[in-house]
Structures are given as structure tokens and as C-alpha cells.
T-cell receptor, first 113, second 114 residues
Framework: DGGITQSPKYLFRKEGQNVTLSCEQNLNHDAMYWYRQDPGQGLRLIYYSQIVNDFQKGDIAEGYSVSREKKESFPLTVTSAQKNPTAFYLC????????????FGPGTRLTVT | AQSVTQPDIHITVSEGASLELRCNYSYGATPYLFWYVQSPGQGLQLLLKYFSGDTLVQGIKGFEAKFKRSQSSFNLRKPSVHWSDAAEYFCAVGPMEYGNKLVFGAGTILRVKS
């Protein structure tokens, strides 16, 4: 079955450590996205990529970094510069170009203490 | 800038009752509109979308939504709610031109009373 996988489901880190969240899709989509979800705030866009080897900052990119070396993969690194990293992170993908619906992975809950 | 408002943070309905979740958007032209549903600790699932044409769109799980251009609204409806509909619902808006970025509302949590 086609879909998006995110691993791990739960992630725990100590403050000051960088951590990388995995996102893989087999939908053959060109576009991929990372969102952060906090209670009562909906989804906020961190980074997005319309094509391999290219990506753009979203609304809250500070303290995060991404890479897009393969069409299927779009890992997100939460750096120690992110002041409040504890959140639920969602990865999504879509057909690139005109606005199309986005398909979401199951999410990773990151807890930093 | 685009924005999406979901005025109700929480809504509680009885099982079997009808449901309407409100969504208002701010955008300079007719956008593409979406409704997603999220169960606790899960990803988002697309319920329905509006691109053009008939202003009443049908989705999965018995949901429908009405696009009203004059009111900049895209309200989600269901005639008879089931206990399994309890979840959080998100409205989203995207541009018609190239861009493919969606702006999401803050969400409405639906509780279903038995």
C-alpha cells in the first residue's frame, strides 16, 4: 500500500541535543512538507520541498533544518537552537504544482527534557 | 495573507444528532478548500475538498461541506453523528495558483455524547 511513514512514533531527547525525524513516502509525490502541531494552534509549516535538492522555509523554520536528497525521503532535524522543541511533528506529501490535497503520515511525538 | 478561522474550539453533540462545523477563510480570490480529520495521536485524513463547480461537496464517512463565496465560509456538515466521529477537525485553504502551501485553522474538537 502507498503511504507515508514516520519513525519513530515517540522520541525522547535531552535538551541541547540535535534529533532527526524520519519521513518516507512511496506515493511518487514530488512535494513534501513538515508541520508542527501544538494544542490549540493547528498545524504550522516548518519546511517544504517541491522537488529533490530544493526546499523552502515555512512559517516557523528557525531551529530546524531539512534535506531532500531523494524523492522519497525528507528528514527533519530539530536542532538545539529550537527553543521549544517538544511537539507533535507531521510529515505530508502531495503532487507538486497547483494546489493539491496533502497526504499525512502518522506523526512523531518529540519530547525534550 | 491567507487565514482560516474555526470559531468553535470544542463542540459536543449527541449521537444521532446533526453536526455543523464552521470554517471562515480570508483570501483575495476563490481558494481551494479542504477538511481534514485527526484522531488522537494520529495523522490527518482528508474528508473532502472543494476546487470548483458545485458548491456542495460530498466526502467520506457521510460528511459534506457547503462553500458560500459571499460569506467566505466552508462549513462541514453531517446529518447524523456516530460515536466514531469524535475527533479533531481541521479546515484548510490553499491558493489556486502555483504554490501548494496550505493554511490550516486551529481545529475543532468534536465530542459525541451517547
Amino acid at each position: 500500500d502507498g503511504g507515508i511513514t514516520q519513525s519513530p512514533k515517540y522520541l525522547f531527547r535531552k535538551e541541547g541535543q540535535n534529533v532527526t525525524l524520519s519521513c518516507e513516502q512511496n506515493l511518487n509525490h514530488d512535494a513534501m512538507y513538515w508541520y508542527r502541531q501544538d494544542p490549540g494552534q493547528g498545524l504550522r509549516l516548518i519546511y517544504y520541498s517541491q522537488i529533490v535538492n530544493d526546499f523552502q522555509k515555512g512559517d516557523i523554520a528557525e531551529g530546524y533544518s531539512v534535506s531532500r536528497e531523494k524523492k522519497e525521503s525528507f528528514p527533519l532535524t530539530v536542532t538545539s537552537a529550537q527553543k521549544n522543541p517538544t511537539a507533535f511533528y507531521l510529515c505530508a506529501s502531495s503532487i507538486a504544482g497547483q494546489t493539491y490535497e496533502q497526504y499525512f503520515g502518522p506523526g512523531t511525538r518529540l519530547t525534550v527534557t | 495573507a491567507q487565514s482560516v478561522t474555526q470559531p468553535d474550539i470544542h463542540i459536543t453533540v449527541s449521537e444521532g444528532a446533526s453536526l455543523e462545523l464552521r470554517c471562515n477563510y480570508s483570501y483575495g480570490a476563490t481558494p481551494y478548500l479542504f477538511w481534514y480529520v485527526q484522531s488522537p495521536g494520529q495523522g490527518l485524513q482528508l474528508l473532502l475538498k472543494y476546487f470548483s463547480g458545485d458548491t456542495l461537496v460530498q466526502g467520506i464517512k457521510g460528511f459534506e461541506a457547503k462553500f458560500k463565496r459571499s460569506q467566505s465560509s466552508f462549513n462541514l456538515r453531517k446529518p447524523s453523528v456516530h460515536w466514531s466521529d469524535a475527533a479533531e477537525y481541521f479546515c484548510a485553504v490553499g491558493p489556486m495558483e502555483y504554490g501548494n502551501k496550505l493554511v490550516f485553522g486551529a481545529g475543532t474538537i468534536l465530542r459525541v455524547k451517547s
